[in-house]
């Protein structure tokens, strides 16, 4: 596996593999890697001749007072699971070369409505982040195909909506969740947790189990997901947003069937995310 800093040389790279036919799968990430990412890579690796991941801790999506400077970086770690993966080229760019004349003169992609409400809603701008550094990734690897996973499940809607508004000639690839034995997601952020808060962070996938389970045999949601949040409090974790939503992020309508909960909140300092896709009743 090639690591590659500078753009001119991922451009030069690239260029050589479409000239050789290679159908080319993205997996940008932000680093300090886990299983769910791996998974990204297999999947890319299922439908590629040419895998390109990407490590880059973007400054643009951390509001003021989050994880930006604390995140993780291992990037050596993150070189040989990738490699083991079978991924053929890392671009590990620093900030200077994304952002040269820094990022209050960046241009940035807004893409309106999806990106409202749930995550928006707490981390204002975001979105604007992800969407204007996966926008610029789009732009310098012109992947055929690009994979995410499903636990960002709301930054997966703003992807599809980018690529559709702007009619870029990209495949989007929604990766299922990968989970710890005991149900919890896996995140990069997993490794903030102190041993008795990972001792509690399964609760909420558990109690996400529990609402698809009322939900579609027909409770009433309002109480459901009230009874929900209590048992979020009840377990230790200070809920962000628990939510019913239509499986494109819409509200829900009688007439909606497949719909999707999603859930955030915090132990101590680390926010956690999930969701769960469910078929309501007739």
């Known amino acids: ?29 932000m680093g300090n890697l886990h299983d769910g990412h791996l998974a990204l890579v297999a999947a890319a690796r299922q439908r590629a001749e040419r895998v390109v991941a990407t490590i880059f801790v973007n400054p643009l999506q951390f509001g003021a007072g989050e994880d930006l400077d604390a995140y993780p970086r291992t990037l050596e770690e993150d070189q040989s699971r990738l490699e083991a993966a079978g991924c053929d080229l890392l671009f590990a760019p620093d900030t200077a070369a994304i952002y040269p004349r820094g990022l209050e003169a960046q ?44 636990k960002d499940y709301q ?68 109480t459901s997901l009230a009874h929900g949040w209590a048992d979020l409090q009840a377990a230790g974790l200070d809920p962000d947003y628990l939510e019913l939503r239509a ?10 069937r497949e719909a999707v909960l999603l859930a955030a909140a915090r132990l101590g300092a680390t926010r956690l995310i999930d969701n769960l896709t469910l078929t309501l009743p007739h």
């Open 247 to 256: 499986s494109d992020l819409s509200p829900v309508t009688d007439a909606t």
């Open 107 to 150: 241009t940035r992609i807004v893409v309106p409505e999806v990106t409202e409400g749930l995550c928006g809603a707490s981390r204002p701008g975001h979105f604007d982040g992800v969407s204007t550094v996966v926008g610029m990734l789009f732009n310098l690897v012109q992947p055929d195909l690009a994979c995410f996973g499903e």
């Open 155 to 222: 930054q997966l809607a703003v992807i599809r909506r980018l690529v559709a508004d702007l009619h870029l000639p990209i495949e989007i690839v929604g990766v299922p969740i990968v989970r710890a034995a005991d149900g919890l997601a896996l995140s990069s952020r997993n490794g903030y947790l102190s041993p008795e808060q990972r001792a509690s962070a399964p609760r909420l996938y558990a109690t996400l189990c529990q609402l698809r389970d009322r939900l579609e045999s027909g409770a009433d949601t309002s």
């Open 1 to 29: 596996m090639r690591t590659l800093r500078d753009i001119s040389a991922l451009r030069e790279t690239l260029n050589d593999a479409r000239r050789r036919g290679e159908r080319i799968a993205l997996v940008p990430t």
